[in-house]
């Protein structure tokens, strides 16, 4: 049958040959079922120890799935044969090329399924090859637990610290990515984001690829700050434009929230409803009609505007060249802010005066680091945790994180299947 020349083609296996292939129906769908039989003399290997040994006896046969081919079900069928192994002490089974374990995939099959899990969501890839959400998780596990132990962590020189919400009640992850200009990645993950959390990390990466590190940027989170001057001091510590901008739009948010309570409370026009995002935005990523609502907005003398200007105000500080006149402005305009007589922006002010050197340590690494990498890294994190993935477990989000934003490698294959 024309089966088994494709198969030989496309996936041999040295000591085993592929038998008999039958179509069968049950239940009202179609199978491939392909048999597969050990070459005449070859003695079957430990599973323990990977060594020929004498066999014992065989078991019943078993399903292994393989690729679908014409959306019809492809097994192998195979009966393991146990061995009698002296240096592992006792009967074991043995250990086939196509198969991991106890696993019912096939290994061809597994990867598959994990390459597809990068294209689409895990619910969708287990409707589109008719298998089960389970099985596509542990085939993105074995992708990841793979990729993981051949990933090459040589000349890593800038990382960046970020952290991300990823249940209700202030459950965070943190991640730590490799941000230089020619390798953007999830490196790893963390669960909170303790001192203990990003110390684990510095223990992962090793104390010699940490002495290599030249730049690290992070947010102003405290634990973070201390386990960085702690491990990394030489490097350049950097307070990423994206974390500090951030830190302006909570202080907006609030300021806008309690204006706009304030306001009906006192029974005014409603001029902040629907203002959100008009005043969170970029000016330069509002549509037309936003342009409109925020242009309206502006003309009153708010809490809400106020901190709004404040902000685009602060932006010029990121265009500055020079640390020194970049460290001019930071002073001039947290006087400003610190006038302003908004506590939220108070807040920041005083924050962003405390960590005044690590702010301006951004104008001496400018140009080395890669600026838009956290904020883009962080964004796709956001968009794997919110997918409807089904993620109830820190261990499924954290597989799924590595298996999106890890750029792990994957093993030479002789034939790709998709
Ligand atoms: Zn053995």
């Known amino acids: 049958m024309l089966i088994k020349t494709i198969l030989n083609r496309i996936q041999k296996h040295a000591s085993f040959v592929y038998g008999t292939v039958r179509l069968i129906e049950t239940l ?12 005449a003399n ?3 290997r430990c ?78 890839v ?13 085939s993105v596990e074995m992708a990841v637990l793979w990729g993981r132990e051949h990933m090459d962590l040589e000349g890593i020189k800038a990382i960046g610290i970020d952290e991300v919400q990823w249940q209700r009640g202030h459950k965070y992850l943190t991640l730590a990515y490799q941000i230089d200009a020619h390798c953007k990645r999830l490196l790893w993950i963390g669960k909170e984001r303790r001192v ?61 929230a309690s204006e706009a309570r304030a306001l009906k409370a006192k029974g005014h026009k409603p001029i902040l409803k629907h203002s959100r995002w008009l005043l969170l935005k970029r000016p330069e990523n509002l549509t037309p009609k936003q342009e409109v609502g925020l242009a309206l907005i502006l003309r009153h003398n708010l809490r809400s505007v106020r901190s709004y200007l404040l902000r685009e105000d602060f932006q010029g500080f990121w265009d ?29 002010a005083r924050m962003l005066r405390r960590h005044r050197a690590l702010l301006l340590n951004w104008f ?17 994190v956001k968009l794997t945790t ?16 590595y298996h999106t934003l890890g750029a792990l490698p994957e093993p030479k294959t002789t034939h790709e299947f998709c």
């Open 196 to 256: 203990k959390t990003l110390m684990s990390f510095f223990r992962w990466l090793g104390r010699e690829r940490t002495a290599a590190i030249q730049f690290v940027c992070s947010d102003m989170w405290r634990p973070y700050l201390k386990v960085i001057a702690k491990k990394a001091g030489q490097a350049i510590h950097v307070l990423d434009r994206f974390h500090v901008m951030s830190h302006f739009n909570k202080a907006i948010d609030k300021v806008r």
């Open 320 to 348: 500055y060249v020079s640390p020194s006149w970049a460290g001019k402005f930071l002073d001039r305009w947290c006087t400003r802010a610190l006038r302003s007589r908004i506590d939220p922006i108070k807040r920041v």
């Open 42 to 44: 070859s003695r079957p």
């Open 386 to 401: 919110r997918k409807a993935f089904g993620f109830r477990t820190y261990r499924a989000i954290e597989i799924a994180l």
């Open 47 to 124: 599973s323990g120890c990977n060594r020929r040994r004498p066999g014992y006896d065989t078991l019943k046969p078993r399903r292994f799935a393989f690729v679908p081919h014409w959306g019809i079900k492809v097994f192998f069928v195979y009966g393991l044969r146990r061995v009698n192994c002296i240096a592992c002490g006792g009967i074991l089974v043995e250990r086939v090329p196509w198969a991991e374990g106890k696993s019912p995939l096939t290994k061809t099959y597994a990867w598959f399924l994990a390459k597809w899990a990068k294209r689409m969501s895990w619910e969708e």
């Open 364 to 380: 001496r690494a400018k140009g080395q680091i890669s600026a838009g990498a956290v904020e883009g890294l962080n964004l796709k």
């Open 28 to 39: 009202g769908s179609l199978a491939i079922e392909v048999e597969i039989e050990p070459r």
């Open 126 to 138: 287990a409707r589109a090859f008719r298998t089960s959400w389970d099985s596509v998780f542990r």
